[in-house]
């Protein structure tokens, strides 16, 4: 970028879960405007496919880390350091989800969910920001949710991971605000990815999204990359502990059946 406020040139960028979706979207992003970028993921041939895909003028790093498991972050926060010397912002991204009921939820269906979306990104947040803590320099962004302005039917581990994600997005951010890391998060509306394809393929759940969405449209994972990318430089020096909703409106209020 010309102007160097909002450049992320020469960072070093660490995204987990950046094999495909908003992940993806947002390493790509990086990549583009001069930044060194690792991304992490749970299978080699994707993350090598997306790197070769996503690669412009430096190669992007690939890592394999399942985050649900914490010797495999141990490992990646180690291998991350000792190959870069330093992250200036890490992004986690990497989450999954299950729908169903409330009441038909398994113990093992929400530990999955928990692990991967909450466990995961604390474990990661914590191993890069000892490093940064000794820098006294870093950059966190925690990819939440619109379950965080309120929450949805039948996805409720999914619901509690993310307002998790968000505490922990503040609670960070005023431990180490003094100590030079900055912790924000970005809150994606509808964004529409080969993940949830089907779920708006469907017309009823298509028709209600478009009612409550005022910019009548599901948002592209490309729209995450300019928020992140405002996170990471200084043109959010003195922004700390927030979380931008990028959900082409959804959350500033609710359409109802009236008559206009």
Not at 21 to 33: D, H, K
Request: glycine content about 10%; proline content about 5%.
């Amino acid at each position: 970028m010309s102007d160097p406020l909002f450049t992320v040139r020469d960072q070093i960028v660490l995204v987990s879960g950046a094999s495909r979706g908003i992940g993806r979207a947002i390493a790509a992003g990086f990549a583009a405007r001069g930044a060194t970028v690792a991304i992490t993921g749970r299978e080699q041939a994707t993350l090598a496919r997306t790197a070769e895909e996503i690669s412009v003028d430096r190669p992007v790093a690939t890592f394999v880390c399942d985050v649900a498991d914490p010797a495999a972050i141990a490992r990646l926060a180690s291998d991350v350091i000792e190959r870069f010397g330093r992250v200036d912002t890490l992004l986690n991204v990497a989450g999954v989800n299950r729908r169903q009921p409330a009441e038909t939820y398994t113990e093992e269906d929400f530990d999955f969910v928990l692990d991967i979306n909450l466990k995961g990104p604390w474990l990661l947040s914590q191993a890069i920001g000892r490093h940064m803590l000794e820098r006294k320099s870093g950059n966190q962004i925690n990819v939440v949710s619109l379950n965080n302005y309120a929450p949805l039917r039948n996805v409720l581990p999914y619901a509690v991971s993310k307002a998790g994600l968000g505490h922990m997005t503040r609670s960070l951010a005023l431990e180490w605000g003094d100590r030079g890391i900055r912790v924000n998060a970005i809150a994606p509306g509808f964004i529409l990815t080969d993940l949830n394809a089907k779920l708006w393929a469907d017309a009823g759940v298509y028709d209600w999204g478009m009612t409550n969405t005022p910019q009548k449209r599901l948002g592209k994972p490309d729209d995450l990359v300019g928020t992140a990318l405002f996170l990471a430089s200084e043109a959010s020096a003195f922004m700390t502990g927030q979380t931008l909703f990028v959900d082409g409106g959804f959350s500033a209020g609710l359409n109802w059946p009236i008559p206009g």
